[in-house]
């Protein structure tokens, strides 16, 4: 069979400076690489830049981005979102939805008519159309159109909306899925009806890159030490949790420890927490990694994580990190590596936080084990290998 040559990303977001999340920074990355392998790699996305609001904030047309082309597509004005918040609520609390039900849900989620007239017009000039993350409508009704050439993305976690009737038509009626890891694929595996050959796990690769702790510490004016989270700032990550557990263990250790949070998303901290919570908001990849080096941990309290790009990078930047039990993938790459700690609830957290501080040498030695193991194992060259081979299958 030959190589598949071109190919077509597709995301409800393009990742491009503060429009950012793992999702889209995942599938951006795998699409500049295939692009720097030679093949003809075009995106497909939508005019919004907000994932709340899904609003068209940016011009619709074609651009330019290294060696791939973006193509923005307006977000339908048809949406109604009382009816999407309606079910998603619904589906959230594991209540009973009829599968009509769920479709409405999908026609109302972000959908847009011109992206899906563009693949039903131009798509047979595709070879393969990578897709993701599988929660939205336009993923769902886009890969409806050209099946027998999608490859779903999926970022897969267990929760509610993944036990949806409609999901096992979007898993089982693609070409193959691309999995982030091992325990991604293996509950695609529990959920859905997937041929192993159909399978692949490819994850994303990082580039090594340098990181200077003191730099960070003397353009904040932080000396004391300090926890650090970045990402997305609501209760799907796990942030309300993690202030809130910080609080007590600064009160019951009396451990003057403070909390970095890069990213974007509203903080609402308790009160006696909030003096020694340093918001940075969006800062660049330099400062993000600064901040890393420089923390006793980097802290991911999230639950629903098909692959943590920004646990990687900790340990990259010399850091251990500590991460939710609940967390499969997370608790599976400490495993694997070595490099981290994971908290069922308070006390396993204040035990743990107070081994990474007390403990110097102990945190050193998992940071050096988790930078191994993703030099090891999330290097480009393998991932690209492992990609490519996918795409061609």
């Not at 392998?37 to 940016?58: E, K, P, Q, Y």
């Not at 039903?120 to 027998?148: C, N």
């Not at 943590?308 to 010399?318: D, H, P, Q, Y």
């Not at 930078?371 to 492992?386: D, N």
Request: hydrophobic residues 40%.
């Amino acid at each position: 069979m030959p190589p598949a040559r071109r190919i077509a990303f597709l995301s409800p977001r393009f990742a491009d400076g503060p429009t950012v999340g793992g999702a889209e920074t995942l599938l951006r990355r795998l699409a500049e690489r295939v692009a720097a392998a030679g093949r003809d790699v075009t995106f497909l996305t939508t005019c919004a830049t907000d994932h709340f609001t899904w609003a068209n904030a940016l011009p619709p047309g074609d651009r330019k981005v290294g060696r791939i082309t973006v193509r923005y597509f307006p977000v339908d004005a048809t949406r109604d979102v009382p009816t999407f918040l309606a079910v998603q609520n619904r589906i959230s609390r594991l209540a009973q939805v009829t599968r009509d039900e769920e479709l409405v849900w999908l026609k109302n989620s972000v959908n847009s008519e011109a992206l899906y007239a563009h693949l039903r017009d131009e798509g047979q000039a595709y070879d393969r159309v990578v897709m993701g993350p599988y929660l939205f409508g336009l993923v769902y009704f886009a890969s409806r159109i050209l099946p027998d050439r999608t490859l779903l993305l999926p970022c897969l976690h267990d929760e509610s909306f993944a036990y949806l009737s409609v999901m096992r038509d979007l898993f089982e009626s693609v070409r193959g899925c691309l999995f982030n890891t091992v325990p991604e694929r293996d509950l695609a595996a529990r959920l859905f009806t997937l041929p192993p050959a159909h399978s692949s796990v490819v994850g994303m690769g990082l580039d090594p890159f340098t990181a200077d702790a003191e730099r960070f510490r003397r353009a904040r004016g932080i000396r004391q030490p300090y926890v650090l989270y970045a990402g997305r700032r609501e209760p799907g990550k796990g942030t309300p949790l993690l202030m809130d557990y910080l609080g007590v263990f600064r009160e019951r250790t009396r451990q003057d420890v403070k909390l970095v949070l890069t990213g974007s998303g509203p903080i609402d901290p308790p009160p006696a927490l909030a003096p020694h919570v340093i918001d940075l908001g969006f800062v660049s990849e330099e400062v993000k990694h600064d901040a890393m080096a420089g923390a006793v941990a980097f802290c991911h309290p999230s639950v629903n994580e098909s692959l943590s790009i920004v646990i990687l990078e900790s340990w990259l930047a010399g850091t251990p990190v500590l991460v939710h039990a609940g967390g499969e993938v997370m608790r599976y790459q400490c495993r694997q590596s070595n490099g981290g700690l994971w908290f069922r609830n308070y006390p396993e957290f204040e035990e743990s936080l107070m081994l990474l501080l007390t403990r110097p040498e102990i945190r050193q030695a998992m940071a050096a084990r988790g930078k191994r193991f993703v030099e090891s194992e999330y290097a480009w060259p393998q991932v690209e290998a492992r990609l490519l081979a996918a795409l061609d299958a």
